[in-house]
């Protein structure tokens, strides 16, 4: 749990209390992580700017979504890494357990499944389609494991300019770390949301036996309406952050990248979720227009931030434990220091009569 020098971080990551689970519970994911981080980590995500900058960027992949911009709208930050909705890997025909850690392979084994099972897939409505998303299930765990790789590259160069390079340097690596973590954090914490893994992500759809809700406004509600109401900040929850753990990254058998394997599971793992959510839900317990704010809901809405915030963590403390040496700029950086070390050639002596 939080030792007393992490509760006095906390003041520096919380400026701003959170309020719902739109931008500002995204920016309590964000902030539970690196409330989980250990004191060595690199002391630059504790500036109190970089705090801040790192809970700003939690909001970032969203605002992209707020243009016109149809290419930027289909691409992979602004809409479907933000999800993926597991049903339909399975009626594509794909296994969980063998799914493939590269994001193109996937696109087409994908997309040979979805044209081999049509009765699975709803039509399409061209007319809300404009941005040619709906073709396809999502992509988060792809863009999780995307953005650790660019993390420990991060993470490598920052090491090697600490070494070898200037300050300007070191400072424009650390700054580039900020953004990385910050963004990656919204990826993580959309997946802490149930309905982030699930067609049924904004009301059931299909066969329904259970009668469950198929109002279009649950997803919004969940993802920032319940914890307005039930008052929900970074406060309530900080001293429940529990401390980041570094992923195992043994190589696999089966040649997966294993930190695909883990953010999969973490995303199978809140998808077993969706059904209590919506039998929460259905028994009148989700605390929307007249139902009451239950201790059950909080618990489970609490409990996804901190799960975001604990994967969150120990993806950027991964990152940076398991990081692999940048040989080649490490050998550019010493070939610059040798030549700037060596003294100038004599100049010509003149010639005297």
């Not at 700003?56 to 016109?68: H, M, Q, S, T, Y």
């Not at 794909?94 to 979805?114: I, M, N």
Request: net charge neutral.
């Amino acid at each position: 749990m939080l030792t007393k020098s992490r509760l006095v971080f906390l003041g520096l990551v919380m400026p701003l209390l959170a309020q719902a689970w739109d931008y500002e519970g995204h920016r309590m994911v964000n902030q539970a992580a690196l409330a989980s981080l250990p004191a060595n980590f690199p002391a630059f995500a504790r500036a109190p700017a970089n705090a801040e900058r790192i809970a700003f960027l939690a909001g970032e992949p969203d605002r992209w979504r707020n243009v016109p911009d149809l290419p930027l709208k289909q691409s992979g930050g602004s809409w479907s890494d933000h999800f993926c909705d597991l049903e339909y890997l399975t009626e594509a025909g794909l296994d969980l357990a063998t799914l493939t850690s590269f994001r193109y392979d996937f696109l087409l084994q994908y997309a040979a499944g979805r044209a081999a099972h049509p009765d699975k897939f709803p039509p399409i409505d061209p007319a809300k389609n404009a941005d040619h998303t709906r073709e396809w299930p999502g992509f988060a765990p792809w863009a999780i494991t995307e953005y650790f790789g660019r993390l420990r590259s991060g993470f490598s160069y920052l090491k090697v300019f600490q070494e070898l390079g200037t300050r300007e340097e070191t400072a424009n690596a650390e700054a580039n770390l900020a953004y990385l973590m910050g963004v990656m954090g919204h990826y993580v914490g959309d997946c802490a949301q149930p309905l982030h893994t699930t067609k049924h992500h904004n009301g059931w759809v299909g066969p329904n036996p259970h009668g469950y809700t198929t109002w279009p406004g649950l997803h919004s509600w969940v993802d920032g309406g319940f914890a307005a109401k039930a008052g929900i900040t970074f406060a309530t929850i900080a001293g429940r952050v529990a401390p980041a753990a570094p992923i195992p990254l043994a190589a696999r058998a089966d040649g997966r990248d294993p930190m695909f394997v883990a953010v999969l599971d973490y995303l199978i793992a809140q998808h077993k979720l969706v059904e209590p959510l919506y039998q929460l839900e259905k028994a009148g317990r989700l605390g929307h227009g007249e139902q009451p704010i239950t201790a059950e809901a909080r618990a489970l809405i609490e409990g996804q931030l901190l799960k975001g915030g604990a994967m969150l963590g120990s993806i950027w403390l991964t990152a940076w434990t398991q990081i692999a040496p940048d040989t080649y700029l490490r050998a550019s950086l010493l070939k610059r220091g040798a030549a700037a070390a060596r003294p100038a050639a004599e100049a010509p002596r003149k010639k005297t009569k």
